[in-house]
């Protein structure tokens, strides 16, 4: 059946869609036996026209017709490949018969069930996204379908949240202002953390400032085009509630064949879905050393470094680079005297810089200073060792040895912003704001998406009252990173500054919403409130 799938797909991808119906009436008799492999083939064909016509390299004569509630699998793609509305409806007959099939494949019990939270002010959008689900057999939880006259609204919302295995929470101006929306995906959250499973699934509708906790998460992205956002949501839930619909018949019952795919994910930079495999290997067998390991690495860069850390340390029983990993990830996260018992272990080490860097951070995570600068000394060539050693030498109030630390960073790697950075901070605090601004500017010049650099330069251009040439940095440093709370707080104390208040106070706000613990930005939000009301 390949090469009729694959004559079909070429059919498509050249725009003869009736030729490729007529082929599928072939292909109706066997659907009931082969539905997964039929929708896992026309999957990836829908994906190679998407990129392609996104790219020009295919384009009709006549303007195209996309039919989008027909949903993505099998005729969804052909759908939008068809030029005209009038091949839909000489079509009609085929495309009934062929939903009819699928759905009948898969019973009610058999399905994905996503909870879908959001804000009542998005309902047009969640009502089609909720039936493009349900076509595409996915059981959907909708309050609006769920809770009759005379229920417990509290009680059905708890039921709901409770037999999902996933939620679906929309991103909106309007959803982060609902308590509502914010509770319902956080009960989500915590069970995912306690259980170690993937189960809530962001959907971005508009831009906004997604919660911190979601940030690490890819999302489903429906801005712009809507069919792909739709296209991502189902491979997502399709995947997480029985991956073998997706991936193809493969030896499930082997912890290798998870960690390869899930290796594939983490390699497209869909670490959720990743993170989802390599568990369902360790479930298979705990002590499987590269199901730990990629799981170590997947923790790791979500920031998830407390389960990370209890990964590598099962992985770290059969291989020394997951104990100089699970070292590193503990030098991360603070712990240094468990650290510090790990990296005492190794053997043959005395020439090794790396090995002497780490011995460095952690010693200077342990506030002993002199043998910190003892170990960076002996990592002479790694131009980290400088720059912390001059971080070293700042809290030790000696700004000249720090002085002459970074500029040896700077000697050996002239693209190293963050020993810049260093020399910058150290001339403002000798008061030398000029020199100060022109390290940071050099920072800048090495790496212009360094939010760091932007921020620190702001700082410098503050303390010169230079206030809105500060904010304009501050700004540059935000659209590099929205979620730099220091950023905003000095953005709230400039616009203070000179009395641009609500300006100030919004900066404030979300400052604090982003976990800034700064007095000040606590009481100029009250005293504004006070003043002027809650805005």
Partial sequence: ???????????ILQGRVKDALKKMETLLPELSEYNKRVVNSFQKVYNVYNEQFNRGLISFDEKQYT?????IRILGFINKLESRKKKLEENTNI????EQKLISETTSAERPSVYISYSSKDYDFVLRLAKDLVENNVNCWLDQWEIKVGDSIPEKIEQGLGNAKLLAVVISLNSLKSKWVEKEWKTKYWDEVNEGK??????????????????????ADFRSIYVQGLNDLISAIGLLSDASFYIGA?????????????????????????????????????THYRANYNLGLAYTRLGRLDEAIVRMAKASNTDADSRRLLTKLLIETKEF?????????FQGTEGDEDFHYDMGLIFMGLKDYERAISEFKRAPNISSSWHNMGNV?????????ANE?????????????QAYNGKGNSFIRRGMLLEAIEQFEFAIEVDSDDPISYSNLAVALYQNFRIQDSINALDIALSLKPDYEEAWFNKGVAHEAINEKMKAYNAYQIAIRLGSKNKRASFFCAKYEEEFGDR
């Fill in 198 to 219: 993937v189960m809530v699934l962001p959907v971005l509708i508009e831009e906004c400032i997604i919660p911190k906790l979601l940030q690490t998460k890819k999302y």
């Fill in 67 to 71: 039919v989008s509630d027909i949903g």
């Fill in 337 to 345: 005297t468990e650290s510090l018992r790990y990296m005492e272990s």
């Fill in 95 to 98: 495309r009934d018969i062929i």
């Fill in 250 to 286: 493969e030896d499930y019952s082997s912890p290798d064949y998870w960690v390869e795919r899930g290796v594939e994910y983490y390699n497209q930079g869909q670490i959720d879905l990743s993170l989802h495999l390599f568990n369902r290997a360790i479930n298979l067998e705990p």
């Fill in 405 to 417: 630390a970074f500029e040896k960073s700077i000697s050996i790697n002239p693209s190293q912003t």
């Fill in 1 to 11: 059946m390949s090469s009729r799938y694959k004559s079909i797909s070429d059919d």
């Fill in 393 to 401: 030498f700042a809290r030790m109030l000696n700004e000249e040895k």
